[in-house]
């Protein structure tokens, strides 16, 4: 028995693994480019204007620095699979700034834009010591605003909230303080809306000469090729899917829109949908057995016919038709009446000072609609596959011998048919599994509750990559444990699944 | 004369299914008397397993349908029986076993405890007792280990010995008559001959009688004392199986006992039953 | 003693016939499949013909300057296509009439098997065919159709008219476009009076001012080729996958069993959630990615055909004949595998056409599209105006009852469980 649910647990890895990668790659088909966002913001050289002053120039380059924290922290600075930024040297950046540049502009082509931004934009402590090579070296005089301009971006590091709280105060006042003079002396290109010309900062020079004063100390230099790493280890591990399990791991993902560390804000919503979730399975099945039993031993009678016809009609029906109807019929208020049920959430606005009787009650009444339209669906099915199943069951060899035995009608059903269609019952009841999650969604979103499911819409519609895979990690371990469980019932069910076992 | 134990009397049986009804069996009357083992013999499609699942009413009664005739079990007719009065038949009079041993026992179920159910029903042994029983059982049919097999699952036995199981099932309550549809049929050569002998054996032993059913030549003269044939839902011929076998005389049983191949006995070509069929019609 | 019964005369069937044919007039004999088969051919009428129920335009105008067909002339025009599934159903209304036509004359010199495939190999040429002008850079097909003059016979130019001098016109029983919005005309109840065309709102409007009948006709064209659409891919990718895997055995099939169930375990909603949030919201993404997510049912059932048959003798057989794999594949054990997949896919259709709904009720439709599902979530939001509710939700409801009628049917006829 114990071989069985380890064998089971080994076999779930590789599923499971194989839907973090899945996860990871469609979140990676997000959005627009770092640079396109910074041109929409203004933050980025075409974009500023020259009459808004320092103060504007210097807001725009606040934006750039906030959207690339937030590539950062989401991992997305990194390739997906392997890095090879660590094998770069100054020649190459060198080669690529000037490629942007062909003819005084940036190219506009988006293939070329892109490789700049990963490139030189995000490739973050790595490329420091290389620019900085780049901007020493004379003979790239005509590269040596971008090269300025690229290594203040990837130079500045990003503080993270567990950072600020957890780093020594010295370390961190410096690494601000030096934040702060990168900003202070970015080279910004001016672009004069009317005229259309690009017209380079006038202090070019002189920030210039500061970067370089700053990192011609080999402390800084040192600093930054601790963080960037050796280029092999970095080749593997500075990922976005290595970081991505990382931080899985560590339960460190951060949504940016909802400035909430991701598992923080699962925590409080996973519970609900376990629990609707959870009744609603054990009402579908609590239902659906006696009911398939009941219909099958009186097939033919015009009862049995109702029944089915019923229960197909029922499966037919989607969900949120179903819900919708049940929302317009018994929860608003009309001008004749009050509504039957409420429309919104699991429990009233005087909830936390209710005594718990009444504070049960109103939770049942809360919590009525929503799961009967989530369980509707599995128990639908279930009931359909119970009376097909056992009826199947009926027409076998040892139902025949247990009659000629002499075993009553209920003994036959009872005893020894079901107890056969069980075992098919459970592995279709966790086959219906994954769909419950997915009318967790709708029936979450009808009522209004705070779950899971309208946590992951949520995510989806504001294209929030970290806690999107997140709640999707935490629905997916859910599934498989249910599945586990599955399995496991299957095994006490079937004696031919344990002796393979034992 | 002492009354017959099980008497077919002019027995139809008709299926009525949705697009058609099909007669199975149309008119048969044959006797099973007190300790005989009578065999029933036919092809496929014959009748003889519909009229052997009428004796305990197995059919599903509503595809299936009884217009005329009577199964008598010592004068009462099974036909009519309520279910009370059925169920003690089943079981705990007449015993049944079936052709396909693969499936014939619950695959959740313990064989020591589908043995016990059988004594459950019709005896009033407590478990300790029912579990004496059914290891007496075990041995008498010739199970080894019999304390193992009380408590392994039907899936870990081979198909011989669960035919054996199906055996001590039906022979659990000491039935007067056993039925046994094609019980070999589905096994091989060598654990044929040794159901049948075991078969022999617990007639003799329990002086029961026995319905036997095959297609199966060898086997009814190995076994039986009366044939019964069967064709197209009919009794074409009976009798003792000496005579019959001597001098048969329908051309269908002619044709039937010429079929078998002989060894020593050089042919071209084996006749079919239609060759004695059509000259002789 | 010996009996002689009568001689039972040999039953001889009048005709040979195949599995197909049987399961066939098994099928239709059913009460119940002649009439999902008639609400079946209903909607995809409905859907097909949908320019010609409602529509603004008159289907026929006879005015001095002579007789012209508007409605007829405007399913070419550019204006009255913006999606491709559009362009198709517009060609298959005049494609349909031939087509049926030419099956019934060609039933005696075609076998059926094969007229009906032709009928579905053109139809699906005439599909992709359709694809082809809304390929990005291709302009060269839709030049021809842009440069078509607007048509301005509708009833809105025949009702300025002075009554003397309006012309002869048929116009169609519901006299709205799907595409149009009337100025003030949101969310007005059923039975509404349109004052601009003399119209009346049959089934209110909806939300952004359109008709709600008329979306319920245009939006069976949406559910059926999504409907279509995703089923077809994923049946392609999953039969593949199941075939390679059931017939090759070893590792090929046990790596392509834990691709399979991956996608089993993941809950494919949040899947197409997800992708297509990250994506453009277009009708024909959502179809591809429910296509892409719904592979794994049909792999592991053909898989399990595949397994069962490459070990039986016929299968031996054609190997030893040294018939190369592909082709006893495909032309030797698939036939046999289709059954069950034909049932499968009819299920597959009813779910597709559900997920879509799901996800436009979500809010990841496609809102430029006149789909059921968008008027639903329009219906959730403006939670008072029940024919918002009604309407789309009948209509899937019908759709997919149909379909799991038909797909009920056809298991009880392919693999029959009455008969004893």
């Known amino acids: 028995m114990l071989a069985y649910v380890i064998r089971r647990l080994l076999l779930m890895i590789p599923t499971f693994l194989g839907i973090l990668i899945i996860n990871f790659v469609v979140l990676r088909l997000q959005g627009p480019t770092l640079v396109e966002q910074m041109q929409v913001s203004g933050g980025m050289g075409e974009g500023a204007t020259a009459g808004g002053g320092d103060r504007k120039v210097q807001g725009a380059a606040k934006d750039v620095e906030n959207y690339l924290d937030r590539f950062r922290r989401a991992g997305n600075d990194l390739p997906a699979i392997i890095n090879l930024r660590g094998f770069h040297d ?13 003819n005084g502009r940036h190219k506009d082509t988006p293939s070329k834009r892109n490789r700049l931004e990963k490139e030189l934009w995000l490739a973050g402590p790595q490329a420091v010591v290389p620019l900085v090579a780049v901007l020493a ?25 567990r950072d600020l709280s957890g780093m020594p105060s010295a370390e961190l006042q410096r690494i601000q303080q030096r934040n702060e003079t990168l900003r202070n002396n970015r080279i910004l290109h001016l672009n004069t809306r009317e005229a259309g010309v690009t017209v380079v ?32 280890s970095a080749m593997v591990f500075n990922t976005g899917f290595v970081d991505f399990m990382v931080k899985l791991a560590t339960l460190d993902l951060y949504s940016e829109s909802r400035k909430e560390y991701v598992f923080t804000v699962i925590a409080d919503r996973w519970s609900i949908t376990f629990w609707l979730n959870t009744i609603a399975i054990l009402i579908a099945w609590a239902v659906s057995i006696p009911l ?39 929860c608003t208020d009309t001008a004749a009446s009050k509504a039957w049920f409420p429309n919104r959430g699991l429990s009233s606005d005087g909830a936390p000072w209710m005594p718990t009787g009444a504070y049960l009650l109103d939770l049942l009444w809360h919590a009525f609609l929503p799961l009967m339209v989530l369980s509707y669906a599995s128990f639908t099915a279930l009931s359909r596959y119970m009376r097909a199943n056992l009826l199947e069951q009926l027409d076998a060899d040892y139902v025949r011998t247990a009659r000629a035995k002499g075993c009553s009608d209920d003994t036959v059903v009872y005893g020894h048919a079901s107890r056969n269609s069980l075992i098919t019952m459970i592995t279709l009841g966790s086959g219906l599994l994954a769909e419950l999650f997915s009318g967790a969604l709708i029936v979450e979103l009808i009522f209004s509750i705070p779950g899971l499911g309208w946590l992951m819409l949520e995510a989806a519609v504001e294209r929030d990559a970290p806690l999107l895979m997140g709640s999707t990690v935490i629905s997916v371990s859910l599934l498989l444990v249910g599945i586990l469980i599955a399995d496991l019932l299957y095994a006490v069910a079937d004696p031919r699944i344990r002796s393979r076992y034992v | 004369m002492t009354e017959p134990l099980l008497q077919f009397d002019d027995l139809h049986v008709t299926f009525a299914l949705r697009e058609r009804k099909v007669d199975a069996v149309k008119g048969v009357s044959f006797t099973v008397n007190a300790g005989e083992v009578v065999a029933l013999v036919g092809e496929s499609g014959s009748g003889k397993s519909v009229s052997a699942m009428s004796c305990l009413r197995l059919l599903q009664e509503p595809p299936a349908t009884y217009p005329s005739g009577k199964i008598l079990w010592k004068g009462e007719n099974i036909l009519q029986m309520k279910a009370e009065r059925l169920r003690k038949l ?21 064989c020591g405890a589908q043995v016990a159910e059988a004594l459950e029903l019709h005896t009033t042994l407590d478990a300790a007792g029912r579990k004496a029983r059914v290891i007496e059982l075990f041995n008498q049919v010739g199970i080894p280990q019999p304390q193992t097999r009380y408590d392994q699952y039907p899936h870990e036995l081979s198909g011989g010995m669960r035919q054996r199981i199906c055996i001590s099932i039906a022979l659990a309550c000491d039935p007067q008559l056993l039925i046994a549809d094609e019980p070999t049929t589905a096994l091989d050569v060598t654990i044929q001959a040794q159901i049948l002998d075991l078969i022999k054996r617990m007639q003799r032993e329990r002086g029961m009688a026995v319905l036997f059913i095959t297609h199966d030549l060898g086997v009814v003269a190995e076994i039986a004392d009366r044939v019964v044939l069967m064709r197209h839902g009919q009794v074409v011929e009976q009798g003792p199986v000496a005579e019959v076998y001597a001098n048969p005389q329908h051309p269908y049983t002619k044709g039937l006992l010429a079929c078998r191949p002989r060894l020593g006995v050089k042919r071209d070509r084996l006749p079919t039953v239609d060759d004695f069929m059509a000259s002789e019609a | 003693m010996s009996e002689q019964p009568e001689p039972v005369p040999p039953v001889q069937p009048a005709t040979l016939q195949s599995p197909a044919s049987l399961a066939w007039q098994r099928f239709i004999a059913r009460g119940s499949s002649r009439f999902g088969l008639v609400v079946m051919s209903v909607i995809v009428a409905l859907g097909i013909y949908a320019p010609f129920i409602s529509n603004e335009l008159a289907l026929v105008w006879w005015s001095k300057d002579g007789l012209s067909f508007p409605a007829f002339t405007d399913l070419f025009n550019r204006r009255s296509y913006e999606k491709p599934h559009d362009l198709f159903f517009n060609v298959a209304a005049l494609l349909l009439p031939p087509l049926l036509v030419g099956q019934w004359f060609l039933r005696q010199r075609i076998r059926t098997g094969r007229r009906i495939a032709g009928m579905f190999a053109l139809i699906i040429a005439v599909g992709l065919m ?44 519901v006299k709205h476009r799907f595409d149009a919005t009337y100025p003030g005309a949101v969310l007005q109840s059923p039975g509404t009076h349109n004052p601009l065309t003399g119209g009346t709102y049959w089934l209110g409007t909806d939300a952004g001012g359109h008709d709600v009948l008329t979306h319920l006709f245009f939006g069976a064209r949406i559910s059926l080729t999504v409907g279509l659409v995703a089923t077809g891919l994923a049946f392609f990718i999953g039969i593949i996958i199941g075939a390679v895997s059931g017939y090759f ?57 595949f397994l069962s048959h490459s070990v039986r003798d016929y299968v031996v057989a054609a190997e030893a004949l040294g018939l190369p794999k592909w082709r006893i594949m495909f032309r030797h054990i698939m036939p046999n595998a289709i059954a069950p997949l034909i049932i499968s896919a009819t299920f597959a259709i009813a779910g597709s056409v559900g997920a879509e709904s799901g996800l436009a009720f979500v809010g990841l439709g496609d809102p430029t599209t006149p789909s059921w599902g968008v008027l639903m979530e329009q219906g959730r939001q403006n939670i008072r105006y029940p024919w918002l509710i009604y309407t789309p939700g009948l209509a899937i409801f019908i759709i997919v009852m149909t379909l799991n009628l038909l797909g009920n049917n056809l298991r009880e006829a392919i693999d029959p469980k009455n008969n004893r």
Not at chain 1, 302 to 316: P, Q
Not at chain 3, 156 to 168: A, D, F, G, V
Not at chain 3, 253 to 276: A, G, N, S, W, Y
Request: with cysteine; glycine share 8%; proline share 6%.
């Open chain 2, 90 to 110: 089943r079981g705990g009079e007449i015993g049944m076993i079936f052709q396909e041993p693969m499936t014939a026992l619950n695959p959740t179920w313990t």
């Open chain 1, 292 to 330: 398939g039993i009941h219909s099958a031993r009186r097939i033919g009678t015009l009862e049995d016919r109702i029944t089915t016809t019923g229960l197909f009609l029922a499966w037919s029906m989607p969900a949120m038709f179903l819900g919708t109807l049940l929302l317009y019929h018994f």
């Open chain 3, 249 to 305: 055995g070893g590792w090929i099939d046990i790596l392509l069993q834990r691709m399979v169930e991956i996608m089993m375990c993941f809950p494919t909603f949040i899947l197409i959630l997800t992708v297509v949030a990250m994506l453009d919201r277009d009708i024909f993404i959502i179809m591809i990615v429910i296509g892409l997510t719904g592979w794994a049912g049909v792999a592991r059932l053909v898989r399990g055909e």
């Open chain 1, 90 to 102: 100054a020649g190459d950046y060198a080669g690529w700034l000037r490629d942007t540049i062909a």
């Open chain 3, 130 to 173: 359709c694809w082809t002008p809304f390929i990005p850079g291709k302009n060269g097909w839709t030049a021809i159709w842009d440069h078509r003059p607007f048509v301005e016979q509708n009833i809105q130019t025949w009702r300025e008219l002075p009554p003397e001098s309006r012309p002869l016109a048929v116009f169609a029983p």
């Open chain 1, 137 to 161: 070296d004379k003979a790239n005089v005509d590269i040596h605003i971008l090269a300025a301009q690229a290594l203040t971006y990837c130079a500045y590091i990003t503080l993270n909230p």
């Open chain 1, 201 to 232: 900062d006038p202090k070019a020079a002189e920030k210039r000469a500061v970067l370089l004063a700053l990192f011609a100390e080999p402390q800084t230099q040192a600093e930054y090729a601790a963080r960037a790493g050796g280029a092999l």
